[in-house]
């Protein structure tokens, strides 16, 4: 026991006590989660930008209340790219569901929009080029051409004149996907309805009044605990129901990875520097592979503790510690450990049979594929997480570790038998999975020649 | 106890079509050096892992230490691979310690230490083995294999790649440890190293036995058919006769090859009647003679059947 211990030690120590180790570490969350990280950090860095819009007004009615609402977009925007205040954070009743996305959408770094009168006379190419030349100079965001007609107020009949009506014409390097243009419209459009309501003779209150849309809450489930008190329902937001699976199962995919990874490297070191010759004439194959497992194990639980620590304290910083699924973490640990387990003696035989990296990577593309198959899936799982896919998928052992719990941290209500029979279709898939790799490392750790083939590596694995 | 270290006893081995070794029988005295020659490809290592128990063989009983069963690896053995067997990313303090406490001994920083002292490698406890050079690795993996204080010590090729003063060095180390009562047994290319060392050399070729004895006896078995000669006169031409096969000038003298089987009374006689003779030597073959007469790949003559007409 006292050998195991001392390989699993040095094992442990080979995988997290390096400089790669570290950089992977900080790494790993950076690659996966970087965009949205970014997207946070741009929002307390970058410098807000100011988009300027050249305004041809013919209807000459349009442009001031236009200029009217740019400003004051502009001021509500400049409000809210303030930290919201610790107590507009805790009561998410006082906030519309709309305004929370907002923190996921970095919406307050919107551009503002600056509105500019056209003050020539007539319109036509050449100073529509004119205007283009200032926006490549950079002078000029857009300019937007509103036609005469605009408030003129005729249902079309037939398609020809629906395609008479008159349209608002936006000119921008970018007016294929450009905010402003989709702002433009809206706000020109509400314009114009109230000018037309008002030409009609109908009051305008009346009409706002009765197009007053109806609010919808997505909520969950309600609970009722030991003492027989009701929980009330939380609120649900789309994003967070995506994002807690969606990180939960990267997670346990980036651990698996980081511990997979090393041993590979560590077994495959051993073999060709003929370390493993010396290991075997001190410790027992058997010994060897328990212990390297082992101080893979303690490894993987040291990079899952870091990165839940981290995790909880970004939370408690961002106050969403409410999302994170605390009851979870015990199955989320186990699981972890025995898809660790799993995947690091697949990866340990496959670096006993090869004895070089790239053979290495070419055995391991099958294993890639079933390691990654729940990335593509994993959609389609969160929207149906009792649907058939995800109920058998996830007692598939190579996909379970990850796919378990990914279904588990989804709102729905996983039957508490499914967790504990994946659990044990996996304890018993892992079980098989490190018998037959400690078969093929005891075999492959001495073997020197070619690379086996599929049908070689059985025989060693079933035969000896 | 058992006054052999290790004993094997009809051992054979195959890999798939090809017998590594075949029939081997091997006995070595505790506290003695035990040398460990032949061709690349001959059996050596194999031998060697057989011994350690990393191979099993597939007829035959290997007694090591007393013991001829089970697969588990004995903390009385030390053993140094060919080249390597070091990790490159661990310090030297730190790997040494760790084979140590392998084979259960959990303190040895000590003992270590000496043997770095002895080595002159005092101050690498904390380097990185990736940054050693190749004779410095040579003499740590040394240490790693007597870290534990083993019985018996296994060395394959512990001499390739040093310079002759590390090469030294190394040798009084092995000489150190059988003072201290170890078996050694090691395996080498270098057969002046073989003769220096060596209470007992073994030679095994294409799996089997050829040699086992001491320096001594295995050169008397060999008929000697070199002899160097010196006439009084220095004018004087050697006799023309069949027994000599060649003939090379050296040091106001001829060195003689003959044909073998030769009458050296015969040759003798002829000689003399040539003129005075003031020196006649016999030869006896080197171990590097030896071993290449064995080894060589040549015609039909020695493929035929070893070893019986090696010897004569």
Same mark, same amino acid.
Not at chain 1, 64 to 71: C, G, S, T, Y
């Given at each position: 026991?006292?050998?195991?211990?001392?390989?699993?030690?040095?094992?442990?120590?080979?995988?997290?006590?390096?400089?790669?180790?570290?950089?992977?570490?900080?790494?790993?969350?950076?690659?996966?989660?970087?965009?949205?990280?970014?997207?946070?950090?741009?929002?307390?860095?970058?410098?807000?930008?100011?988009?300027?819009?050249?305004?041809?007004?013919?209807?000459?009615?349009?442009?001031?209340?236009?200029?009217?609402?740019?400003?004051?977009?502009?001021?509500?925007?400049?409000?809210?790219?303030?930290?919201?205040?610790?107590?507009?954070?805790?009561?998410?009743?006082?906030?519309?569901?709309?305004?929370?996305?907002?923190?996921?959408?970095?919406?307050?770094?919107?551009?503002?929009?600056?509105?500019?009168?056209?003050?020539?006379?007539?319109?036509?190419?050449?100073?529509?080029?004119?205007?283009?030349?200032?926006?490549?100079?950079?002078?000029?965001?857009?300019?937007?051409?509103?036609?005469?007609?605009?408030?003129?107020?005729?249902?079309?009949?037939?398609?020809?004149?629906?395609?008479?009506?008159?349209?608002?014409?936006?000119?921008?390097?970018?007016?294929?996907?450009?905010?402003?243009?989709?702002?433009?419209?809206?706000?020109?459009?509400?314009?114009?309805?109230?000018?037309?309501?008002?030409?009609?003779?109908?009051?305008?209150?009346?009409?706002?009044?009765?197009?007053?849309?109806?609010?919808?809450?997505?909520?969950?489930?309600?609970?009722?605990?030991?003492?027989?008190?009701?929980?009330?329902?939380?609120?649900?937001?789309?994003?967070?129901?995506?994002? %807690? =699976?969606?990180?939960?199962?990267?997670?346990? /995919?980036? +651990?698996? !990875?980081? &511990? $997979?990874?090393? #041993?590979?490297?560590?077994?495959?070191?051993?073999?060709?520097?003929?370390?493993?010759?010396?290991?075997?004439?001190?410790?027992?194959?058997?010994?060897?592979?328990?212990?390297?497992?082992?101080?893979?194990?303690?490894?993987?639980?040291?990079?899952?503790?870091?990165?839940?620590?981290?995790?909880?304290?970004?939370?408690?910083?961002?106050?969403?510690?409410?999302?994170?699924?605390?009851?979870? %973490? =015990?199955?989320?640990?186990?699981?972890?450990? /025995?898809? +660790?387990? !799993?995947? &690091? $003696?697949?990866? #340990?035989?496959?670096?006993?049979s090869v004895t070089q990296l790239k053979e290495a990577q070419s055995m391991l593309m099958p294993v890639w594929l079933v390691m990654m198959s729940p990335m593509f899936v994993w959609l389609a799982i969160i929207r149906d997480p009792n649907?058939?896919?995800?109920?058998?998928?996830?007692?598939?052992?190579?996909?379970?570790?990850?796919?378990?719990?990914?279904?588990?941290?989804?709102?729905?209500?996983? =039957?508490?038998?499914?967790?504990?029979?994946?659990?044990? +279709?996996?304890?018993? &898939?892992?079980?098989?999975?490190?018998?037959?790799?400690?078969?093929?490392?005891?075999?492959?750790?001495?073997?020197?020649?070619?690379?086996?083939?599929?049908?070689?590596?059985?025989?060693?694995?079933?035969?000896? | 106890?058992?006054?052999?270290?290790?004993?094997?006893?009809?051992?054979?081995?195959?890999?798939?079509?090809?017998?590594?070794?075949?029939?081997?029988?091997?006995?070595?005295?505790?506290?003695?050096?035990?040398?460990?020659?032949?061709?690349?490809?001959?059996?050596?290592?194999?031998?060697?892992?057989?011994?350690?128990?990393?191979?099993?063989?597939?007829?035959?009983?290997?007694?090591?230490?007393?013991?001829?069963?089970?697969?588990?690896?004995?903390?009385?053995?030390?053993?140094?691979?060919?080249?390597?067997?070091?990790?490159?990313?661990?310090?030297?303090?730190?790997?040494?310690?760790?084979?140590?406490?392998?084979?259960?001994?959990?303190?040895?920083?000590?003992?270590?230490?000496?043997?770095?002292?002895?080595?002159?490698?005092?101050?690498?406890?904390?380097?990185?083995?990736?940054?050693?050079?190749?004779?410095?690795?040579?003499?740590?993996?040394?240490?790693?294999?007597?870290?534990?204080?083993?019985?018996?010590?296994?060395?394959?090729?512990?001499?390739?790649?040093?310079?002759?003063?590390?090469?030294?060095?190394?040798?009084?180390?092995?000489?150190?440890?059988?003072?201290?009562?170890?078996?050694?047994?090691?395996?080498?290319?270098?057969?002046?190293?073989?003769?220096?060392?060596?209470?007992?050399?073994?030679?095994?070729?294409?799996?089997?036995?050829?040699?086992?004895?001491?320096?001594?006896?295995?050169?008397?078995?060999?008929?000697?058919?070199?002899?160097?000669?010196?006439?009084?006169?220095?004018?004087?031409?050697?006799?023309?006769?069949?027994?000599?096969?060649?003939?090379?000038?050296?040091?106001?003298?001829?060195?003689?090859?003959?044909?073998?089987?030769?009458?050296?009374?015969?040759?003798?006689?002829?000689?003399?009647?040539?003129?005075?003779?003031?020196?006649?030597?016999?030869?006896?073959?080197?171990?590097?003679?030896?071993?290449?007469?064995?080894?060589?790949?040549?015609?039909?003559?020695?493929?035929?059947?070893?070893?019986?007409?090696?010897?004569?």
């Amino acid at each position: 026991m006292r050998k195991i211990l001392t390989i699993a030690a040095r094992e442990y120590r080979a995988m997290v006590g390096t400089k790669a180790f570290l950089i992977s570490v900080t790494m790993m969350p950076v690659l996966m989660f970087g965009g949205v990280a970014a997207m946070e950090l741009l929002k307390n860095v970058a410098e807000i930008k100011h988009q300027t819009i050249v305004v041809i007004d013919q209807s000459g009615r349009l442009f001031e209340p236009l200029r009217m609402a740019a400003d004051s977009r502009n001021r509500f925007l400049d409000q809210s790219a303030k930290p919201p205040s610790a107590a507009e954070r805790e009561s998410p009743e006082t906030d519309s569901g709309d305004n929370r996305d907002d923190d996921f959408n970095g919406f307050s770094q919107a551009e503002r929009y600056l509105l500019e009168r056209w003050e020539g006379d007539v319109i036509n190419d050449v100073e529509r080029w004119k205007l283009s030349e200032r926006i490549r100079k950079g002078e000029v965001y857009a300019f937007v051409e509103i036609p005469p007609d605009v408030l003129d107020a005729r249902l079309p009949t037939t398609p020809a004149e629906a395609a008479g009506l008159p349209r608002v014409r936006f000119y921008a390097e970018d007016s294929g996907f450009s905010e402003a243009r989709t702002w433009l419209i809206a706000v020109i459009n509400e314009l114009v309805k109230v000018m037309r309501l008002e030409a009609a003779g109908i009051e305008v209150e009346k009409v706002q009044r009765a197009s007053l849309p109806v609010g919808i809450r997505g909520l969950g489930l309600l609970e009722r605990n030991s003492s027989g008190e009701i929980r009330p329902a939380t609120e649900k937001n789309e994003l967070i129901a995506i994002i %807690v =699976p969606l990180a939960v199962m990267m997670l346990m /995919f980036m +651990v698996i !990875f980081m &511990a $997979s990874q090393p #041993m590979l490297e560590s077994v495959l070191e051993e073999k060709s520097n003929r370390i493993a010759e010396v290991l075997l004439g001190s410790a027992s194959p058997w010994q060897l592979m328990t212990g390297k497992l082992l101080g893979t194990v303690g490894g993987s639980m040291t990079i899952l503790m870091i990165y839940l620590v981290g995790g909880w304290l970004v939370a408690s910083y961002r106050g969403w510690t409410q999302y994170i699924p605390l009851d979870l %973490v =015990p199955w989320f640990l186990v699981f972890q450990v /025995f898809g +660790v387990l !799993f995947f &690091a $003696s697949i990866f #340990m035989a496959v670096g006993a049979s090869v004895t070089q990296l790239k053979e290495a990577q070419s055995m391991l593309m099958p294993v890639w594929l079933v390691m990654m198959s729940p990335m593509f899936v994993w959609l389609a799982i969160i929207r149906d997480p009792n649907g058939t896919l995800a109920t058998w998928f996830s007692f598939f052992p190579p996909a379970t570790p990850t796919m378990m719990p990914l279904r588990m941290s989804t709102d729905a209500t996983i =039957p508490t038998i499914q967790p504990i029979a994946g659990l044990i +279709v996996l304890i018993a &898939a892992t079980v098989a999975c490190v018998y037959i790799a400690a078969r093929i490392f005891r075999v492959g750790l001495l073997w020197q020649g070619k690379t086996p083939r599929l049908g070689e590596l059985l025989k060693w694995a079933f035969r000896g | 106890m058992n006054q052999y270290a290790i004993e094997l006893s009809q051992v054979t081995k195959r890999f798939g079509q090809q017998v590594a070794v075949d029939g081997l029988d091997l006995r070595v005295p505790v506290g003695s050096i035990y040398g460990f020659i032949g061709p690349n490809g001959s059996g050596k290592t194999t031998t060697l892992r057989m011994i350690l128990r990393i191979y099993q063989p597939d007829s035959g009983t290997v007694t090591v230490l007393g013991g001829s069963r089970g697969a588990a690896a004995d903390d009385r053995l030390g053993y140094l691979p060919e080249e390597r067997g070091l990790y490159k990313r661990m310090r030297v303090g730190a790997l040494l310690n760790y084979y140590a406490r392998l084979k259960g001994h959990y303190d040895s920083r000590e003992y270590i230490r000496q043997w770095l002292n002895r080595l002159g490698a005092a101050d690498w406890e904390n380097r990185r083995i990736d940054t050693l050079s190749k004779g410095m690795a040579q003499k740590v993996q040394f240490i790693a294999a007597i870290a534990a204080r083993p019985q018996l010590v296994i060395l394959d090729e512990p001499f390739t790649g040093l310079d002759p003063v590390n090469m030294e060095s190394l040798r009084d180390a092995v000489l150190h440890l059988r003072e201290e009562g170890s078996t050694i047994i090691f395996s080498t290319h270098d057969m002046d190293m073989a003769e220096q060392l060596c209470d007992t050399i073994f030679m095994i070729y294409r799996g089997k036995k050829v040699l086992d004895g001491t320096l001594d006896s295995i050169q008397g078995r060999y008929v000697a058919n070199r002899v160097r000669v010196r006439f009084a006169d220095p004018e004087t031409r050697l006799p023309e006769i069949p027994e000599i096969a060649s003939v090379e000038m050296a040091n106001r003298g001829f060195l003689v090859t003959l044909d073998g089987g030769t009458d050296l009374t015969r040759v003798i006689q002829k000689l003399a009647q040539q003129g005075e003779l003031h020196h006649f030597e016999l030869i006896r073959p080197s171990l590097h003679e030896i071993f290449v007469r064995i080894a060589r790949p040549t015609s039909g003559e020695l493929d035929a059947g070893l070893p019986e007409e090696a010897l004569a």
